[in-house]
Each structure stands twice: as C-alpha cells, then as structure tokens.
T-cell receptor, first 112, second 114 residues
Framework: SQQGEEDPQALSIQEGENATMNCSYK?????LQWYRQNSGRGLVHLILIRSNEREKHSGRLRVTLDTSKKSSSLLITASRAADTASYFCAAYSGAGSYQLTFGKGTKLSVIP | SQTIHQWPATLVQPVGSPLSLECTVE??????LYWYRQAAGRGLQLLFY??????ISSEVPQNLSASRPQDRQFILSSKKLLLSDSGFYLCASSSGRAMPNEQFFGPGTRLTVL
C-alpha cells in the first residue's frame, strides 16, 4: 500500500519564489524522508526527519512533520531553475520494516 | 556515502527474451539492497529487497526474480520478458539494521520491451 501521498501533483513557480509540497501518510513511522529526482535519473536523498522531530532545516530546505495529522511539508526557499525536478516523500512502514514506501511525487517546475 | 552502479543505462529487448540487470555498491558493507520499478510519471514500486547474501524478499508477484550472489551485488533477472516489464529500474542501498535510514540510488536502467 502507498505510504506517502504528495500534494500538489505538479507545481509551477517563478525563480526566486518559495515552493511548498505536502505529503500525507497512513501508518506510524520511524522517520519520513524527502527525495528529489531529476528527469530520467536516480533519486537523491534530501532530508530525513525523525518521528520525534517537528522541524528540520538543510540549506534552503525546510521540512516539518506533524505526526498527529500524519503529514509533512517540504519548503524550498528562493527557488532556482536547477530545483526543477520531481520530489517524493517516503517512509518505512512500522518498526523493523526495511520497505521504504514512496508517494507518487510532486513535479516542480521553476521558471527562470 | 554509498555509490551505486547500475548497468546498462538503457536497454531495448524483444518480448520473450531474457533479462539481467546488475547493481553493485561501493562505500559500505553488509548493505540492504533494493530493486524498484518506476512507471512513467509515477512513484516507485518496490520489487525486491535483500538484507544479506542469498536473502531475497519479493514484494510483488511477477515475471522477475532477484539474486544476491555477493554482499554488494544485486541482480534482477527474467527468463522471458513481457511488454509490461518496460519501465525504469532503480537499484538502491541502505545501511542500518536496527532502523534503516536514507537510501542511496543508482542512476537507473531504462528498459523498453518491444
């Protein structure tokens, strides 16, 4: 079953604007992760937030986690054309799980 | 960090032909290894994962199989390809037995079955 569901499916913004993507999940998690995928390439891990954390920053990335609502958001500030990619949230399903379940992703287009 | 090698990058195969995709990992030992398939514009579907040599767990019944002959080698195979096997195949690796963390992905193989 699908653990993560991203929203929106597609997002188009101007360079310099902020981009916010949301993710909802179904079961309890140990951590939630965000990945980026450039077209036709492998995924790159961006950031991991643990279930006991509420917010985490990495450069221009800010991730929040609300375990009561089973949701997370990824904010990219001051977007650049190079941020154009698909973004996926993913989570392991429960204790002892090795299976990282991905959502369908948000396709972000940053227009120069 | 870990480096994942996959080859070939692209592959066009006729229906009914065999398949062998190879993945090797550098920068870690005793990793967990994964094969995913990604349909166009979609998320990733976990096909197989392995926590050790010779240990394979299958997530989706299908025309494919996986093997792990060495610690850092993971192979995806098929005896007879179907049209529905077309897709983008990704190998990934993670460490951390107690709580697996981030996964490192290879560049992927684009498979087209004609």
């Amino acid at each position: 079953s699908q653990q993560g569901e991203e929203d929106p499916q597609a997002l188009s913004i101007q360079e310099g604007e902020n981009a916010t993507m949301n993710c909802s999940y179904k079961t309890s998690i140990n951590n939630l992760q965000w990945y980026r995928q450039n077209s036709g390439r492998g995924l790159v891990h961006l950031i991991l937030i643990r279930s006991n954390e509420r917010e985490k920053h990495s450069g221009r990335l800010r991730v929040t986690l609300d375990t009561s609502k089973k949701s997370s958001s990824l904010l990219i500030t001051a977007s650049r054309a190079a941020d154009t990619a698909s973004y996926f949230c993913a989570a392991y399903s429960g204790a002892g799980s090795y299976q990282l379940t991905f959502g369908k992703g948000t396709k972000l287009s940053v227009i120069p | 960090s870990q480096t994942i090698h996959q080859w070939p990058a692209t592959l066009v195969q006729p229906v009914g032909s065999p398949l062998s995709l190879e993945c090797t990992v550098e920068g870690t030992s005793n990793p967990n290894l994964y094969w995913y398939r990604q349909a166009a514009g979609r998320g990733l579907q976990l096909l197989f994962y392995s926590v050790g040599i010779g240990q394979i767990s299958s997530e989706v019944p299908q025309n494919l199989s996986a093997s792990r002959p060495q610690d850092r080698q993971f192979i995806l195979s098929s005896k007879k390809l179907l049209l529905s096997d077309s897709g983008f195949y990704l190998c990934a690796s993670s460490s951390g037995r107690a709580m697996p963390n981030e996964q490192f992905f290879g560049p992927g193989t684009r498979l087209t079955v004609l």
